[in-house]
């Protein structure tokens, strides 16, 4: 039997203190073997393709999907496997790394929303505009290149300035017809070390490491408590983060997917309908493929 995933249960509630001790890495799995779980994926897959079709052809909404995990989470993983059946004409992902000198020249919601998906296509950020305050928390250093004067930097305001920044573009967005789903995948510490040494003794997978991921792997601690910080100052009712259990891969992608349904089901939409005008021109056309002249 098909167990039913409530994506409310992953859902950080706006004004809701988060401690990421107290939200798990690891569920029971919503899948009993690996036969049944690509069974379940494939009948998701298979839905969110059938709804995307409807949703491009209304043209009503934008979706933008974010994906934020520490390294080895699996985003990689989970956007290739959930969005696979997707029509690649209505989706776009975007991974962002280290600005460009250029991106530093400009505010630092810019780089990103030049990016932002157009009613009818779904935008994938593969890290994102969150990053300005994660990375960049842990590493304060970073602020002194980015341009900005003395006061504008002060790390006593500007986390708070930032968030208010971010929590106010995703309101206009969601004015605007974009619906906004933030992930963020949660990885034990553990697991990230047996996935790092998987990175490492399997040859096929060595490209994937590097010895910055040790490097920041040192800042754990920071990092969980900037996520901490993000997540409970940046959920509200029109743009919510999801703090999924990543530990088990599988069952990670099980639930995005579902979350990405769910959004998609609460939106009002139609196949544009036919006017009359319209109606007459098509019967006009009809009539001329299936006469006998343009038969031949």
Not at 12 to 28: D, F, I, N, Q, S
Not at 233 to 239: E, F, G, I, L, R
């Amino acid at each position: 039997m098909k167990m039913k995933i409530n994506t409310k249960d992953f859902r950080v509630r706006p004004g809701e203190k988060v401690a990421l001790k107290e939200w798990p890495t690891m569920v029971k799995p919503f899948y009993k073997s690996e036969k049944q779980y690509r069974r379940l994926l494939e009948e998701h897959v298979a839905e969110l393709s059938s709804r995307q079709r409807l949703y491009y052809a209304s043209k009503r909404y934008a979706m933008l999907l974010i994906f934020q995990a520490m390294d080895a989470a699996g985003k990689d993983g989970a956007i290739r496997h959930v969005m696979s059946g997707v029509n690649p004409q209505g989706c776009q992902v975007f991974n962002f790394k280290q600005p460009s000198a250029d991106e530093l020249e400009h505010d630092f919601l810019w780089r990103t929303t030049c990016k932002l998906p157009e009613r009818g296509e779904i935008g994938i950020f593969n890290r994102s505009y969150y990053e300005e305050v994660l990375v960049v928390r842990v590493h304060p250093e970073i602020l002194r290149s980015q341009g900005l004067s003395e006061e504008l930097r002060d790390e006593k305001t500007i986390w708070k300035e930032r968030y208010r920044s971010i929590v106010d573009l995703e309101s206009h967005l969601y004015r605007n017809g974009t619906r906004t789903i933030k992930i963020f995948l949660h990885l034990s510490i553990d697991e990230q070390r047996k996935r790092f040494l998987e990175r490492i003794d399997e040859p096929e997978k060595n490209w994937k490491f590097s010895m910055a991921d040790i490097h920041e792997r040192g800042y754990w601690k920071q990092y969980m408590e900037a996520y901490e910080a993000c997540l409970t100052a940046t959920s509200t009712h029109h743009a919510p983060w999801y703090a999924v259990p990543a530990d088990d891969k599988e069952n990670a992608r099980l639930i995005v997917s579902q979350i990405v349904l769910d959004t998609l089901s609460e939106l009002k939409m139609a196949y544009p309908k036919t006017t009359e005008k319209r109606r007459q021109e098509l019967k006009a056309i009809r009539k001329l493929l299936t006469s006998r002249s343009v038969a031949r």
